[in-house]
């Protein structure tokens, strides 16, 4: 910096002397034409200098031409400016900390918003990213969320060279990583071998997974890391390359880290390795379906060619897509179906979509959380701007005689007003400065507390270039926002009368008046939007899970990921049960297959054996849990019984799904009033789906996937069918968090190799599931405390500055007989006034708003009066107060004390 003003000072030097030279030059030679006309020497002069206008007029007119006269005004007053603002602390440190409060709150959100929904994958061209989905009845089972496709059909698209330069796949799923006797559990891809080649994705260390390792099943034990797990778990070993690692009891060698910054395709959830889609059986121990062209688990990407666009390759696929359809219903492992499910599958089609930014649960989860997050950080900026201007405002009202003496002496109005821009400018740079320091600290906070579960390297609390861009042009936006009104202001002064006056300028009064409106109603609006997900977060706990989470613990193991086979690590699992509950301080305990309330579930559509047979007409959600599961949980049985031993099949080679247990709102939906006990369901829609499951009790409704959802659901036999996992449910006798020692001494005491999982209290995995809800709550229950405060220093500055303008009309009206009640009621009606007009603003703005949080709520109206009554009657009684103290000041003025001050 110092380097460009030394060479802008010598290169303005060296313009202005070149310009001297020739004006002196263009000067002498006018003199002496004028003298060989005649002319004396001294009128040559004089009249040389006439006919140029003025040699100083000239140099100022030259010099406003030049760029740098323009930069040598920034500069004064930028210096101007830090002198006027250092001479009053008071008044900055004011401006600045507010600016702060939401510059700083505005870029930590934007930087969540940045990674989590605008920020594209750090690969090759990512704008020519697809994702491939198929729109239809697949006729398949699936395994994951959202998106899927079989293997198969990948490798069929990745032949389509018509319309993309390269088509691959990816499924994520967590294995059990050990090294040097060291377990634990990482997020993985499962990926074809054309992910990284057409992703473009280069190699740190060694080679990555390319065509070559995508050929033999079982036959490619190979593993890539990322580059941060190969950072933060091996210390950036440079001898990585041919380690062995340990996947799942299975041996395999590392040969490659990927680049810096690359952690797979999914946002929030970085991929720690990628293994061969072909490996897929060592990876997934507990299903192995990989060319099974009925099964789905796949997400299928694909890179466009240069001059195609998605709508023309989704068409040119079509016909192509449909001969693959034929096809398929001619092979001969084609299920049976009904010819409406025929239908349907033939009537297939896919779709694409933009996929620069990969695919994301997070995303799709936080999207509408972020947005409103972030819109309600821009109305804490703006009111932060309105309380600034509002300041700039009252100080350019004390600062009016010397406006006024400035353009007096000949300075342009419009002069005036850069400077007062500048000035703005400079407090809104500074508050930006101060909120970026901050703001590391709020996307921290908020990253803890984020909805989902799941590895999060890919989301940094650290701000990135574009993020702080963002804020410099925030704080730039801000600075002109908040000096416009000054500076309008500033540029409408009366000269005349205003040099006439003894006072400075008490215009701008109704200019402040509309700024504080406008507070009022931005605060207003965060009020409301914090009131309704109050009562969000509220309406949820008292619904609760539909069980007791009192003294109720869980955790997870799988035993096929280390290394039991299915029979083996049964045994375990029960063996596991019955020490847990022989532990001293447990109740009782019970397994289910899947965790409840993480928002996944095993779900299906049934077939229902009842007055004919007849299907679903919703997912079903489905678990084997353990006898005295229910019982453990607190879950009331309604009709029948719970499982028991004897369900246990008596020959493990011959397992099947023999008898079900199902909640009141499958039993309400399916069989109305008539008795569920002794009917039967199957699995699947399919006409020869077989319906030998028997119900044999029926269970009260409770929360499986989240506390929001009321779903159908169904629970089979633990021992059924063989489990790869699960999730025991542990009730105490004491606080649940002093048994966790005693929990992992049992399962080290039958296995000290055996990952524990997600050993926490139910009530902290309740909390967990509300996490986005209390989030939204918490954060904008803050904003509307930080705006609150705001609006009520910015109606006290108003009421004060009205009531000293007002002092002798005051005086006049109590010298002629009004009571000081009146002189009160004259300032509050005035601040009720605009508090009311702000309020009638703030419910059109809010129904807006509330249209958009719709989905976010939960038993509460996005327009709800109580709430929006409220808040109207908090910000009216804080505002009321914010009125009073200059009011009493009014009632107290002496009626010759302000007839004598005029």
């Given at each position: 910096m110092g380097k460009f003003l030394n060479l802008f000072r010598w290169r303005r030097n060296r313009l202005e002397r070149d310009f001297d030279r020739e004006l002196r030059y263009h000067v002498e030679r006018r003199i002496d034409d004028l003298t060989s006309q005649g002319l004396a020497s001294d009128e040559a002069r004089r009249r040389a200098s006439l006919e140029l206008g003025g040699l100083t007029q000239v140099h100022e007119n030259v010099r406003d031409a030049w760029v740098w006269r323009w930069i040598e005004d920034c500069r004064r007053d930028l210096r101007h400016a830090a002198r006027t603002l250092r001479r009053m602390p008071t008044f900055t440190l004011t401006a600045v900390l507010c600016l702060a409060l939401g510059i700083g709150a505005n870029t930590a959100i934007f930087s969540l918003v940045d990674q989590v929904l605008l920020r594209m994958l750090p690969v090759r061209d990512p704008q020519r990213l697809v994702l491939i989905d198929w729109r239809g009845n697949q006729?398949?089972?699936?395994?994951?969320?959202?998106?899927?496709?079989?293997?198969?059909?990948?490798?069929?698209?990745?032949?389509?060279?018509?319309?993309?330069?390269?088509?691959?796949?990816?499924?994520?799923?967590?294995?059990?990583?050990?090294?040097?006797?060291?377990?634990?559990?990482?997020?993985?891809?499962?990926?074809?071998?054309?992910?990284?080649?057409?992703?473009?994705?280069?190699?740190?260390?060694?080679?990555?997974?390319?065509?070559?390792?995508?050929?033999?099943?079982?036959?490619?034990?190979?593993?890539?890391?990322?580059?941060?797990?190969?950072?933060?778990?091996?210390?950036?070993?440079?001898?990585?390359?041919?380690?062995?690692?340990?996947?799942?009891?299975?041996?395999?060698?590392?040969?490659?880290?990927?680049?810096?910054?690359?952690?797979?395709?999914?946002?929030?959830?970085?991929?720690?390795?990628?293994?061969?889609?072909?490996?897929?059986?060592?990876?997934?121990?507990?299903?192995?379906?990989?060319?099974?062209r009925r099964a789905r688990w796949m997400h299928v990407f694909g890179r466009l060619k240069p001059e195609m666009t998605i709508q023309s390759a989704q068409v040119g696929l079509l016909p192509w897509f449909k001969s693959v359809l034929e096809s398929d219903r001619q092979l001969e492992n084609f299920p049976k179906t009904t010819p409406e499910q025929l239908q349907a599958f033939l009537g297939s089609s896919l779709q694409l979509?933009?996929?620069?930014?990969?695919?994301?649960?997070?995303?799709?989860?936080?999207?509408?959380?972020?947005?409103?997050?972030?819109?309600?950080?821009?109305?804490?900026?703006?009111?932060?701007?309105?309380?600034?201007?509002?300041?700039?405002?009252?100080?350019?009202?004390?600062?009016?005689?010397?406006?006024?003496?400035?353009?007096?002496?000949?300075?342009?109005?419009?002069?005036?007003?850069?400077?007062?821009?500048?000035?703005?400018?400079?407090?809104?740079?500074?508050?930006?400065?101060?909120?970026?320091?901050?703001?590391?600290?709020?996307?921290?906070?908020?990253?803890?507390?984020?909805?989902?579960?799941?590895?999060?390297?890919?989301?940094?609390?650290?701000?990135?270039?574009?993020?702080?861009?963002?804020?410099?042009?925030?704080?730039?936006?801000?600075?002109?926002?908040?000096?416009?009104?000054?500076?309008?202001?500033?540029?409408?002064?009366?000269?005349?009368?205003?040099?006439?006056?003894?006072?400075?300028?008490?215009?701008?009064?109704?200019?402040?008046?509309?700024?504080?409106?406008?507070?009022?109603?931005?605060?207003?609006?965060?009020?409301?939007?914090?009131?309704?997900?109050?009562?969000?977060?509220?309406?949820?706990?008292?619904?609760?899970?539909?069980?007791?989470?009192?003294?109720?613990?869980?955790?997870?193991?799988?035993?096929?990921?280390?290394?039991?086979?299915?029979?083996?690590?049964?045994?375990?699992?029960?063996?596991?049960?019955?020490?847990?509950?022989?532990?001293?301080?447990?109740?009782?305990?019970?397994?289910?297959?899947?965790?409840?309330?993480?928002?996944?579930?095993?779900?299906?559509?049934?077939?229902?054996?009842?007055?004919?047979?007849?299907?679903?007409?919703?997912l079903v959600h489905c678990s084997p849990v353990s006898p005295r599961f229910f019982s453990t949980m607190g879950i009331r049985l309604i009709a029948g019984r719970d499982f028991e031993e004897v369900d246990a099949p008596a020959n493990p080679d011959h397992r099947r799904y023999r008898s079900a247990i199902v909640n009141a709102s499958f039993a309400r939906r399916y069989f109305g009033e008539a008795n569920p006990i002794g009917r039967t369901i199957g699995f699947g829609t399919r006409p020869d789906t077989p319906t030998n499951v028997e119900i044999v009790g029926v269970v009260a409704d409770f929360s499986y996937r989240g506390i929001r959802e009321e779903t159908d659901q169904a629970f089979f036999p633990f021992l059924d069918v063989p489990w790869s996992g699960a999730t025991f449910y542990v009730r105490t006798r004491e606080r649940p968090e002093n048994a966790f020692p005693a929990i992992r001494a049992a399962v080290a005491a039958l296995d000290p190799t055996l990952p524990i999982r997600s050993l926490r209290t139910v009530q902290d995995q309740i909390d967990r599931s509300l996490t986005t809800e209390r989030m939204m709550a918490t954060l904008l229950s803050g904003f509307g405390v930080i705006a609150l405060l705001l609006s009520v220093i910015g109606l006290y500055g108003v009421m004060s500055f009205v009531v000293t303008q007002r002092t002798r009309e005051i005086g006049v009206r109590l010298a002629l007989g009004a009571t000081p009640s009146a002189a009160v009621w004259l300032v509050v009606r005035d601040a009720m006034i605009l508090v009311g007009t702000g309020a009638a603003i703030a419910l059109v703005a809010g129904s807006a708003l509330g249209r958009v949080m719709a989905g976010l709520l939960f038993g509460v109206a996005s327009i709800d009066a109580p709430t929006i009554a409220l808040a109207t009657l908090l910000l009216a009684v804080v505002a009321l107060g914010a009125a009073m103290i200059p009011a009493l000041r009014a009632s107290s003025v002496s009626p010759t004390e302000a007839l004598h001050a005029e």
């Open positions: 006729l398949a089972d699936g395994w994951g969320s959202g998106n899927l496709m079989s293997y198969p059909m990948c490798r069929d698209l990745q032949a389509q060279s018509q319309f993309f330069d390269g088509v691959f796949c990816r499924h994520p799923t967590a294995v059990n990583l050990s090294v040097s006797g060291e377990h634990r559990q990482v997020l993985a891809e499962i990926v074809s071998g054309t992910y990284f080649p057409v992703l473009g994705v280069r190699p740190h260390l060694g080679r990555l997974i390319n065509e070559l390792d995508d050929q033999h099943r079982d036959a490619h034990p190979v593993v890539v890391l990322s580059h941060d797990y190969w950072s933060n778990a091996f210390g950036g070993a440079t001898d990585i390359v041919g380690r062995k690692l340990v996947i799942n009891s299975f041996p395999m060698t590392v040969i490659g880290v990927a680049e810096r910054g690359f952690t797979g395709m999914d946002v929030g959830e970085a991929a720690a390795l990628w293994v061969p889609a072909m490996m897929k059986r060592q990876a997934t121990p507990d299903w192995d379906r990989l060319l099974d979509t933009p996929a620069a930014q990969g695919r994301s649960n997070l995303r799709r989860s936080m999207r509408e959380p972020l947005w409103v997050l972030l819109a309600g950080t821009s109305l804490l900026v703006l009111l932060a701007c309105s309380n600034v201007a509002s300041l700039l405002l009252a100080r350019g009202v004390a600062r009016g005689r010397e406006v006024v003496t400035r353009i007096a002496l000949g300075a342009t109005r419009g002069r005036i007003a850069n400077q007062l821009l500048i000035e703005s400018v400079v407090i809104s740079l500074a508050g930006g400065l101060l909120g970026v320091a901050a703001a590391p600290a709020v996307s921290a906070a908020l990253l803890a507390r984020l909805p989902q579960d799941v590895a999060r390297a890919s989301v940094s609390a650290d701000l990135n270039p574009r993020v702080l861009l963002f804020t410099v042009v925030v704080s730039v936006a801000t600075g002109v926002l908040c000096g416009i009104a000054p500076a309008l202001h500033a540029g409408r002064v009366p000269l005349a009368t205003a040099l006439r006056e003894r006072a400075p300028s008490v215009g701008g009064v109704r200019l402040r008046r509309m700024l504080v409106v406008g507070q009022i109603a931005f605060t207003l609006v965060l009020l409301i939007a914090a009131g309704l997900f109050l009562q969000t977060v509220s309406r949820l706990h008292r619904k609760g899970p539909g069980f007791e989470s009192q003294r109720l613990l869980m955790f997870q193991v799988n035993t096929l990921i280390s290394g039991y086979d299915e029979l083996d690590g049964q045994r375990l699992i029960l063996r596991l049960l019955e020490a847990v509950r022989a532990t001293p301080g447990v109740d009782s305990a019970g397994i289910a297959g899947h965790m409840l309330l993480n928002g996944t579930s095993w779900n299906t559509q049934m077939t229902v054996d009842f007055n004919g047979r007849r299907t679903t007409d919703r």
